[in-house]
């Protein structure tokens, strides 16, 4: 009988496995491969017809090209003559995070650094990233009163078509166009698809704080999936689970501030794919169609690329590019905290001054729950002495201990909780601004007074952690003591501890704490002297 149990369960056991894995499949179907064995983005049958085998050599060939430097009030690009490829991109109105005199590059191939951003046509013949241009000249500039700025690079070499690969500067705009224009020179129609990709290395961008990280690599954007990160480590695993295909949404490589991405209209058909290409270096891309295009007529394609600092109203630019402002699991609070400290510093002008009046803000609409947590706090002082002779009398006898102080509780009418929860329940507050302050890209560089000349960097001299951990210390003298010895102790090194761990926390978010500390302290004396003092009364009133 056991036998036959035993047996019965083993079938059970198998066939719920074999319905489970079934199962899996369906909601998880393996994803099509959207690149070619050799590393190159390869599109699929329902994007083109190009005809098969027309993918071109795509591994990462460091070939030296010549220089075309692209100076515009927002950029100053260096496109190379191999493949059109933007392989360097500073950025004019921001600066270098270790030295403000140099411009921010974002886009560079330096040394094991890489960050590129690279297109090409998948077809038979037709130029990719490696194939050769020539350009007119070597240098352009945007004119004073010149609303944009064209570059046009032409394919050498190719049979059957004359290409040229175009980019398209605009003032006061970090959206640069990219795309190709296709003359059909054959006899024979011609069917192609286009690929747009950026090409990174993993590494974390410089100055960026190994004590505070923040998300370095891809992310994919659908109207249906949403914002996804796609991290570096399961690209190289092969483990992504973003949507390959859509008509909608953009992709991206996200790094602390600043964002690039490929931007294809909507409505057009798009492959997304990222690939891990050796030598840690990792790209991110869409492919897109290209309409067919007849014996002697010419066709064009284009995708705009969004290439500057991350931002909420990014929105206006593309849906969900606004996301790239990366806000952790509470972006729901972090986004109306960020939006409000911005009208208070486009009133005030100093970011220091938005963030003192913003934490005076957060303070009043906490204020109740603020008050009833000191409140408790101060009853829980007040009955101290009854607790430690509670703890004389039974401290050798634990059971007896809880039941006295909980009966001295009821009495009273403390709840030994009501300190904490209010501070729980400000707790998201607090991270929501942390991240507020440490992504938003406002507070890069933003001063100030005196030696904080960046709120978003650590306070050079830690004078901030110093005064928060004195402030701490002076908090925690109005607290009760806590009845276990070991806990009063750690009370004691706890302003120590935090000080030492703000030390490398953005000066913004220490100064929010130094002032919301100094308010409290204010609150809870004002409500611990008045709860004593009408104790005091009480004790001496006769009746």
Same mark, same amino acid.
């Given at each position: 009988?056991?036998?036959?149990r035993?047996?019965?369960f083993?079938?059970?056991?198998?066939?719920?496995?074999?319905?489970?894995?079934?199962?899996?499949?369906?909601?998880?179907?393996?994803p099509?491969?959207v #690149? /070619?064995?050799?590393? !190159?983005? $390869?599109?699929? +049958?329902?994007?083109?017809?190009?005809?098969? %085998? &027309?993918?071109?050599?795509?591994?990462?060939?460091?070939?030296s090209?010549?220089k075309i430097?692209?100076?515009?009030?927002?950029?100053v690009?260096?496109?190379?003559?191999?493949g059109?490829d933007l392989?360097?991109l500073?950025l004019a109105q921001?600066?270098?995070?270790?030295?403000?005199a140099?411009l921010?590059?974002?886009m560079?191939?330096?040394?094991t650094?890489?960050?590129?951003?690279q297109?090409?046509?998948?077809?038979?013949?037709?130029?990719?990233?490696?194939s050769l241009?020539?350009?007119?000249?070597s240098?352009y500039?945007m004119?004073a009163g010149?609303?944009?700025?064209?570059?046009r690079? #032409? /394919?050498?070499?190719? !049979?059957g $078509?004359t290409? +040229?690969k175009?980019?398209?500067?605009?003032? %006061? &705009?970090?959206?640069v166009?990219?795309g190709?224009?296709?003359?059909n020179?054959?006899?024979?129609?011609m069917?192609?698809t286009?690929?747009?990709?950026?090409?990174r290395?993993?590494?974390?961008?410089?100055?960026?704080?190994?004590?505070?990280?923040?998300?370095t690599?891809?992310a994919v954007?659908?109207d249906k999936?949403?914002?996804?990160?796609v991290?570096?480590?399961?690209i190289e695993k092969?483990k992504?689970?973003?949507?390959?295909?859509?008509?909608?949404?953009?992709?991206g490589?996200?790094?602390?501030?600043f964002?690039?991405?490929w931007?294809?209209?909507?409505?057009?058909?798009r492959?997304?794919?990222?690939?891990?290409?050796g030598n840690d270096?990792?790209?991110?891309?869409?492919i897109?169609?290209?309409?067919a295009?007849?014996?002697?007529?010419?066709?064009?394609?284009?995708?705009?690329?969004?290439?500057?600092?991350?931002?909420?109203k990014?929105d206006?630019?593309?849906?969900g590019?606004?996301?790239?402002?990366d806000?952790?699991w509470?972006t729901?609070?972090?986004?109306?905290?960020f939006?409000?400290?911005?009208k208070i510093q486009s009133?005030?002008t100093n970011w220091g001054?938005?963030?003192i009046?913003?934490?005076?803000?957060?303070?009043l609409a906490?204020?109740?729950l603020?008050?009833?947590?000191?409140?408790s706090?101060a009853?829980?002082?007040?009955?101290?002495?009854?607790?430690?002779?509670?703890?004389?009398r039974?401290?050798d006898?634990?059971e007896?201990?809880h039941k006295?102080?909980m009966?001295l509780?009821?009495?009273?009418?403390?709840?030994p909780?009501?300190g904490?929860?209010?501070?729980?329940?400000?707790?998201?507050?607090?991270?929501?601004?942390?991240?507020?302050?440490l992504s938003?890209?406002e507070?890069r560089?933003?001063?100030?007074?005196a030696?904080?000349?960046?709120?978003?960097?650590p306070?050079?001299?830690?004078?901030?952690?110093?005064?928060m951990?004195?402030?701490?210390?002076?908090?925690?003298?109005?607290?009760p003591t806590?009845?276990d010895?070991?806990?009063?102790?750690?009370?004691q090194?706890?302003?120590?501890?935090?000080?030492?761990?703000?030390?490398?926390?953005?000066?913004?978010?220490v100064?929010?704490?130094?002032?919301?500390?100094?308010?409290?302290?204010?609150q809870?004396?004002y409500?611990t002297r008045?709860?004593?003092?009408?104790?005091?009364v009480?004790?001496n009133?006769p009746r």
């Amino acid at each position: 009988m056991d036998l036959q149990r035993l047996f019965l369960f083993l079938i059970f056991s198998v066939s719920s496995m074999l319905v489970w894995e079934n199962w899996q499949r369906a909601q998880h179907p393996a994803p099509a491969p959207v #690149t /070619a064995a050799s590393g !190159v983005p $390869a599109a699929t +049958t329902s994007l083109t017809a190009a005809p098969a %085998g &027309s993918a071109p050599a795509t591994e990462v060939k460091r070939i030296s090209g010549a220089k075309i430097v692209v100076k515009t009030d927002n950029f100053v690009a260096e496109i190379n003559t191999v493949g059109g490829d933007l392989r360097r991109l500073e950025l004019a109105q921001h600066r270098d995070a270790k030295d403000k005199a140099k411009l921010f590059v974002l886009m560079q191939e330096q040394g094991t650094h890489s960050y590129l951003a690279q297109t090409g046509l998948l077809g038979a013949g037709l130029p990719t990233h490696n194939s050769l241009f020539s350009s007119a000249a070597s240098e352009y500039q945007m004119a004073a009163g010149q609303d944009s700025l064209e570059v046009r690079l #032409t /394919a050498n070499d190719i !049979v059957g $078509a004359t290409v +040229t690969k175009i980019y398209t500067f605009h003032r %006061g &705009s970090y959206v640069v166009d990219v795309g190709y224009e296709i003359q059909n020179t054959g006899a024979a129609p011609m069917a192609a698809t286009a690929y747009f990709q950026l090409v990174r290395d993993s590494s974390a961008p410089e100055g960026d704080s190994k004590f505070v990280p923040t998300y370095t690599g891809p992310a994919v954007y659908t109207d249906k999936e949403k914002f996804q990160k796609v991290d570096f480590s399961n690209i190289e695993k092969s483990k992504t689970d973003y949507p390959k295909t859509a008509d909608n949404g953009w992709v991206g490589m996200l790094q602390h501030y600043f964002v690039s991405a490929w931007l294809p209209k909507d409505k057009t058909q798009r492959e997304y794919y990222t690939k891990a290409l050796g030598n840690d270096l990792f790209a991110a891309g869409v492919i897109v169609p290209v309409a067919a295009i007849a014996p002697g007529q010419a066709g064009k394609v284009s995708v705009p690329l969004y290439a500057g600092p991350a931002q909420a109203k990014l929105d206006d630019v593309a849906p969900g590019l606004g996301l790239t402002v990366d806000y952790g699991w509470l972006t729901i609070i972090a986004t109306p905290i960020f939006w409000l400290l911005t009208k208070i510093q486009s009133i005030v002008t100093n970011w220091g001054v938005a963030i003192i009046l913003l934490t005076v803000l957060i303070k009043l609409a906490f204020f109740p729950l603020s008050a009833a947590s000191y409140r408790s706090m101060a009853k829980m002082r007040v009955v101290a002495p009854k607790l430690e002779k509670i703890k004389e009398r039974y401290g050798d006898d634990r059971e007896r201990l809880h039941k006295e102080m909980m009966e001295l509780y009821k009495t009273e009418k403390i709840n030994p909780l009501g300190g904490c929860l209010p501070m729980l329940i400000q707790i998201p507050v607090f991270i929501a601004l942390y991240w507020s302050i440490l992504s938003s890209v406002e507070m890069r560089h933003a001063p100030f007074f005196a030696w904080i000349t960046d709120l978003s960097t650590p306070d050079p001299f830690y004078v901030l952690p110093l005064i928060m951990a004195v402030s701490m210390f002076l908090q925690s003298k109005l607290n009760p003591t806590p009845a276990d010895p070991l806990q009063a102790k750690m009370m004691q090194i706890m302003p120590l501890v935090f000080a030492v761990v703000f030390f490398w926390f953005p000066a913004g978010l220490v100064l929010y704490s130094v002032v919301n500390n100094v308010l409290s302290i204010a609150q809870q004396w004002y409500i611990t002297r008045s709860l004593e003092s009408a104790t005091k009364v009480a004790a001496n009133d006769p009746r």
